[in-house]
């Protein structure tokens, strides 16, 4: 593509002050010109193959830290790739003949069904505000397996960009923060997953609980409770296309295991990919820092540029891949956190269905607060080195200081709703109070309905 | 105007490497001053009668690409323009006096005298919120009428000064994209084109077809389903001027028809324009990126900055004539938006009523956040070089890529709607909020009437 | 305060190709340093007691401009000063022991006595959305005056500021435009104060022929319409605290003229200001435009940034006595067109009450949006220069024009509400925006009322 | 930390026009790098402790203006801190085993059992929007409680940053002004602390006023109007936890007393602390605007910029530390402003309960305004040099102005909540906005409850 003579800025940064230039390995003629998302795989990842490997499994990588979780999504058929757990992410690929890619196909083809039961057990008894809920729920679901398709068509090359950018955070004068990337990523995910498992067993358990109880006490129910008359009468909207059998049972409830699971790994998978980026910014941040009382050599300053620059073109690129992503998911806790809000002043008759409700409330508020600051942490984390940037004493300014001050004042960094808008923590506050103005108007629209009160149990 | 000492900043991007510079055939002194927008047709567009004059209709320029759509419009009394079927556009030409302006003329006659008919059939039966609707349509469709007159007769020196500004983009260092403008604009056109045909044609299905199953069913009305008949009940409103008479029903159909293109029409030229416009952006940003990894001469800078301002000006140029339509637009497109929104909830008679309208509402919201995307396009694409400009090494740098990048960073390079607002993504991201809050009041405004349901069908 | 030495910008700009400095007449230690707003009246204009003195009467001066309105306005009480109507605005001055002040005070008193009036009555029949309007409007008019008093106190001191500001752009190279300050002022006021007569006759005479029309036909009134009888019934809320006399009658209609001509001035008096700040940029701008293509020379920037910082400190120290004006202004614009928006869809009993009020309510959102927007077209051309600077060639960029395209591009120049919102395009969207919110909200509170239609007339 | 050849922006600073470093006496390796915001106690404030130590007591510093409040808040457990009234703040120290700790835990504990007893109460009578403003009341005392105690654990370390970063301005050049921060804060404490009082005095006279009507009139109440019965009756909701007993009773009222004072002092501490930030700013601006017609060395620029970013890093670590306290405040004046502002067209029973309500309404929109404002003061005084900074002359200028400019132009220098909003006089206007919609939807909502009009008295 372009001669030695051509790379003039990576040649710069070496004839600084002696810093040794960081990327050597990483020959410019691999550079993949970013902006352009050249998604060929034409594209050899060839210094992963070369002699000077470095040892991946030791190293802060973002593909080290996120595998795991990756992998059991993959358990549940989501981002369908081939060699998601090799440390190399070279061996990370992804194939339309694979069984990840059939499982998927099932797993979707089964939550279609639902889908298309639910849709038509809404129409028999017709759409309110309330019953359609469920449909949007496993609208979303299906959405996002396909969104996690195409996300895993482009996977392979984002994580081998992202990998080959974030190489140079690896080694000095980079350090390694107290708590390292792998540590982070696990904590978030662990606590959601934790607390989304509580979220679904507590839904199952509140929903046994209300089922028996409506039988024993009410004398015109005859029936026994049995493990088939619970399915059959909690998920009666699926038995409007598939006949009754234990299997489609059991099946019934793996199906809205794996949905509830994907619901939540949406914003898990935002809430990894945020921590990834925000942590090389929290690195820029802190080499930033360790400048500050010292004369500073124009070179230290092109680096850091540089550096930061190909994290703004990282963070671009999988902001271009992922903002369907976080479209989905915004959109997707905005709804469910509206109609949730609403049923607050409902009555409900069980103490469990309160403790399901409070519990399922406080946890969807929390991920949806959690996901959308640790994806704002990016924007925050960007602009942290402004302050000691703009120390640097009038003997040491030059240039590349200028420009680099410049960009990070104008430039938005944030992962995006397809540019619709940024996740940044002012967005945030804008969204509290559009929700209020929603609920304050909906909670008087939904009057008549909560005067009613509870339904008569044994209707 | 000026002497040849005085185009320093043409002379200036001669001195470069060596580059071409590549309008001399634009000499400096037939430069429109374009913020006074100089509307004189003194302006003689001689460049294009020198024996130098290029095959106009191999370039690929907005005129040719645009032409074939503006003169089917013209058949429908929009834009009265003489020759603008000519490959030059300097043929274009505005003319009061001139077959276009009667078609125009009588068009809008006759649109007005529905308009009217309808005021008066609705002051007669009470004007509400939902019989609104037609007034508005017609409405629209006249102040679109009169838009397009003014903009006729802007066009000719627009399009001149547009030609001349796109001149420099035909030839190399710039290259044509692989989807060329004029097919662009034809994928979009035909499209939009298509798809109304279509809703037009569902509105008379579904209208002849409520009209038949009334008169098949309902035994108090004893007349038989004839055209003449169809057309009194169904276009009442019209015979409150007119008398009866099978060339008026005719008449009615075609300026029904009229009304309905000039409606879409509105829009397809914005995103007609928009895609003019964010093509040659696009151009530039390709030749940035063309720069990349080499070590550019300040003259090359020099030169893109001028084009990235000329652009910059015909923008602000075309934005100045388009201003009043895209208000309108907006306008027009927000209330119907809302309107059929308001009908998601409401119960229909028949299944032909419930495809039309939610193809109708369907094709509405997709055409409406289609011409914002296409114009918010313009925007995004302005800003798309920066990336690799703030990759210039500090061996590359200089005042000319400050500039350009303080320019690409602090300009609101869009479309806008009068000045009050401009066609960003964020900006549609804004209404979106804001219609869901007009929706939600007014829906609980409308409960009444929804409880209501249907009517009696034989009243 | 500072010797010759100092005044080293001043020297700065004479020191360039030759153009002479503009403002040797007036001395630098005459300078007032207007970021403290001095208002100490020991600031002698001396510079016009001077020899020099040019001839006031032929400049195109603001004070010239508007002098006739204020005068007008005096008449009604409104800005208590002194030799309003001297060419020179160093004569014109405040003082407490005045007439005009004099004047005022009784307007004020009259006003109030109005405004318990009504208070005492609403109390008595008790306060609702509805008739809350009147106090409204009268409360404003209080505020008004007491406000225009304060207004009047600093008045002196700004308009010598101003003037002198100004005295630089009635001569070369500023030129002129087609249409001058004067004629600019006088169009916008005399058809502000043309269509208020209008409004305020027209609601006159739909109160009288309302009045006159209720005794003709109610049988139960036998009272004969007399002017009286009308005055005591129309303006009863007058007669809780007055005792009925013709003399009373008489003044309560000059008191109510007056407190109209007092609510439109406001909106008025907002506009001069606007017109008379804006015409100085638009020179400006015509001036940066001139030098398009020329080979401009530093020191003319320089002179040009030193103009237009000016501009920007007479704007702000304009603002910072106007600003309780202008948020006084919205509010009451703002409330009012909600108001009467919200009687759209009234049924009113005579045609001629359906005149006034589509009369009235056109005429307040036409006065509503003149003033908003003639107010932002300061924000508007404060920025139209920034074109033609973009284009400036690299050989004639200097850091003065970079200084210059900064503080265009960063500033907000635009009037405010105690810098709380900004006078520019985009506030009048937001707030169009918000208006309709408010609206649909209201219409939906309001609803019962309408539905009760029109109370019986001979109640 | 650093050797000496690394403090070069310090040296630097003194190789100017002969200006005296005015900040000398405080070393540089004791500068703590305040963006990491240390908070180990190992940095010792051992400039204090040395022999040039200054009289801290005739210094206008924010320490001596503040301590009698904060000693004020003491005696009602807020902010549990050891050596506050000392005039040297090293002396002001957190400590867990303190007496004051313990008293505040007391003060929580009673605060915690009465909100218990008020969330007993709610949940047997039933939770609505009306009572529920109790349960926020005590809720928001509760949390402050907490953020005042971390806020005390990091407030010795603070105030010590704090006054080592205003040691500079209590010397020439800087100039006292007129009114001095001691002056300021007295005013704004004491003006908040009277009204307060006052607001308190009129809730108690009008209970009793209540109570004493309630017992003359109704004849089915027999009950002597005895102080015991009183309390029993008006604090019903602490006797679901606790007997009666005088004690109680007592205990009761006191409690009740100091939370009313903590829900006021969170504002007066925002307040304050806004003064004290605000007035260093001012100082800034009064000294660049000393330099208005000078001609100014660079080095002077110099040192004003390293304040002036100082004081933005002060800024930044007193936000950082507060962000929580003005979070609940924002969150609790928004609740409170709203709650009553609904109450406005509630009927009440006795003239003392409308004096009350308006007293009371008007004082909280006024502090909540005037917190605000406060608060805005820093972000309008931050930027009010930029006036004279623009007119520097291109002699004086240099890179240091230019760079000033860009940081005051581009930098958002306020207090924040959490980094969600910044408190800026434009976040007030948006405010007011939203305010007044959810006003209007909420009064329509409440409009059944309105209509009721008062409970019978005797019921």
Chains 1, 2, 3, 4 share one sequence.
């Not at 993949?32 to 992963?48: A, D, G």
């Not at 996977?155 to 081998?160: G, M, Y």
């Not at 092109?302 to 989905?328: G, N, P, T």
């Not at 909670?443 to 005067?451: G, S």
Request: with cysteine.
């Amino acid at each position: 593509m372009e001669g030695p003579t051509t790379l003039n800025y990576r040649k710069n940064s070496s004839k600084g002050n002696g810093v040794k230039p960081v990327e050597s390995e990483v020959p410019g003629k691999l550079e993949t010109p970013p902006p352009k998302f050249v998604k060929t795989s034409n594209l050899e990842f060839n210094v992963l193959a070369s002699e000077k490997l470095p040892n991946f499994e030791t190293l802060d990588l973002f593909h080290r830290a996120v595998y795991p979780f990756m992998f059991l999504a993959q358990c549940f058929a989501v981002m369908p790739l081939l060699g998601i757990r090799a440390s190399y992410p070279r061996k990370v690929r992804f194939a339309y003949k694979s069984l990840p890619i059939i499982v998927t196909l099932i797993f979707m083809s089964a939550t279609c069904i639902i889908f298309l039961g639910m849709l038509t057990h809404l129409l028999q008894i017709g759409i309110s505000a309330k019953n359609f809920v469920g449909l949007v729920f496993f609208g979303c679901v299906l959405t996002a397996y396909v969104i996690f398709i195409r996300l895993a068509r482009r996977w392979p090359h984002l994580i081998r960009y992202w990998t080959k950018t974030e190489m140079v955070f690896t080694r000095p004068p980079y350090e390694i923060p107290k708590r390292n990337l792998a540590r982070r990523v696990q904590l978030a995910a662990l606590a959601i997953i934790g607390l989304s498992l509580g979220e679904h067993a507590l839904y199952q358990v509140s929903a046994i609980l209300t089922y028996k109880r409506r039988i024993q006490i009410c004398k015109n129910i005859t029936a026994e409770p049995t493990f088939d008359d619970y399915i059959q009468r909690n998920y009666d909207y699926v038995f409007q296309l598939l006949p009754y059998s234990p299997v489609v049972a059991a099946f019934i409830l793996l199906i809205n295991g794996a949905c509830t699971f994907v619901w939540n790994y949406m914003d898990l998978f935002i809430m990894m990919i945020s921590k990834g980026l925000s942590y090389r910014f929290e690195q820029i941040t802190a080499r930033i820092r360790k400048l500050e009382h010292e004369e500073v050599a124009e070179s230290t300053f092109i680096q850091i540029r540089e550096h930061y620059v190909k994290m703004c073109e990282l963070l671009e690129f999988v902001d271009s891949a992922m903002s369907s992503l976080i479209l989905l998911s915004c959109v997707n806790n905005l709804y469910f956190v509206c109609y949730q809000l609403l049923n607050v002043f409902n009555k409900l008759r069980w103490p469990i269905n309160y403790i399901y409700f409070w519990y399922s409330l406080l946890y969807l508020i929390g991920r949806t607060a959690f996901v959308f600051l640790t994806a704002a942490d990016i924007n925050e984390e960007s602009k942290r080195g402004l302050g000691v940037l703009r120390r640097v004493s009038s003997r040491s300014w030059c240039v590349e200081v200028e420009r680099l001050i410049f960009q990070m004042t104008t430039q938005t960094v944030a992962l995006s709703g397809k540019k619709f808008y940024f996740l940044t923590r002012r967005l945030l506050f804008g969204m509290a109070g559009t929700i209020v103005t929603y609920e304050l108007v909906l909670l008087q629209f939904d009057e008549p309905n909560r005067r009613k009160g509870l339904q008569p149990l044994c209707a």
